[in-house]
Each structure stands twice: as structure tokens, then as C-alpha cells.
């Protein structure tokens, strides 16, 4: 179902937020208990997010989001590339 798609119950801004919080001085114990999380998650986090603030992190998502954009229309282009010269292929 939808679950597995969603590795996480948390959004990265809250990921971010939480590992800022952190960051500041919060202790692993009271963050994994006020956030209902484990501490193998946010050592996980943090080893996937450490340092990165939320403004980063949107930078990073408009970049992957403009990628994949830029691919689905090379992809596009290269199919009707592809398909030009099938019907040339077969004039010929």
C-alpha cells in the first residue's frame, strides 16, 4: 500500500527540525521520546542529513525535481528522435 512507498512518517523539514534541535543541545533520549522515533532513526538521519538546513534542503529538492524534469524531456526528445527515423528508415 501507501506505507512502503513512504520510508518515514516524518517530512524532511521536520527531519531537518528535529536534527537541529539536536544540533542545539537536545539529548537523543528526550528528542526520540517527544518525537515518538527510535535512536537508530536519528542516527540514521543524521547520517543522511547532518548539517543541512530546511532552506538547503528545498535547494536540493528543487534541483532533483528540475533533474528530473530536464530528463523526462531529453527522453521525450530522443523518442521523437527515435521515431523520425524509424518512419525515414522505413520511406527510404
Do not use: P
Request: proline residues 0%.
Amino acid at each position: 500500500g501507501e506505507q512502503t512507498m513512504r520510508k518515514s512518517r516524518f517530512t524532511e523539514e521536520q527531519i531537518v527540525g528535529i536534527l537541529q534541535e539536536y544540533a542545539a543541545g537536545a539529548k537523543v533520549s528526550e528528542l526520540c521520546r517527544k518525537h515518538g522515533m527510535s535512536d537508530a532513526t536519528l542516527y540514521k538521519w543524521k547520517a543522511k542529513y547532518g548539517g543541512m538546513t530546511v532552506s538547503e534542503l528545498r535547494r536540493l529538492k528543487d534541483l532533483e525535481a528540475e533533474n528530473a524534469e530536464l530528463k523526462r524531456l531529453l527522453a521525450d526528445a530522443m523518442l521523437d528522435n527515435a521515431g523520425l527515423k524509424g518512419l525515414l528508415a522505413k520511406n527510404s
